[in-house]
């Protein structure tokens, strides 16, 4: 499967964002899916889980009660809507994908296909 990322930019604090994350070639169906994010000079960390069916959800400490991820009603998008942004949510975010039609995951290496990544910063 092909993920393809959008919807970075930049945004002043406080600000909103949603990220899509599209999958080609077959739908996200049956993969569980993840939102990463990297900055410069750390470790790429977990920001958000889903399972297949959208019943389990895992969200970083970081972000909680401030960004909701969620599956499209087209089966092959997740999306992750990003609010009341700071200047340290700035990273490229990355969406990836795991076949598991169960489960929610929360490890970088247990996700088989990434996307692209897609800039998103945050200003003060």
């Known amino acids: 499967v092909q993920l393809q990322a959008s919807g970075g930019g930049l945004v002043q604090a406080g600000g909103s964002l949603r990220l899509s994350c599209a999958a080609s070639?077959?739908?996200?169906?049956?993969?569980?899916a993840g939102w990463f994010r990297q900055a410069p000079g750390k470790e790429r960390e977990l920001v958000a889980g889903i399972s297949l069916r959208g019943d389990k959800k895992y969200y970083a400490d970081s972000v909680k009660g401030r960004f909701t991820i969620s599956r499209g009603s087209a089966k092959n998008t997740v999306n992750l809507q990003m609010s009341s942004l700071n200047p340290e949510d700035t990273a490229v975010y990355y969406c990836?994908?795991?076949?598991?039609?169960?489960?929610?995951?929360?490890?970088?290496?247990?996700?088989?296909?990434w996307g692209q990544g897609t800039q998103v910063t945050v200003s003060s």
């Open positions: 070639g077959r739908a996200f169906d049956p993969y569980a």
């Open positions: 990836a994908a795991r076949y598991d039609p169960t489960s929610v995951h929360i490890i970088v290496w247990e996700y088989d296909y």
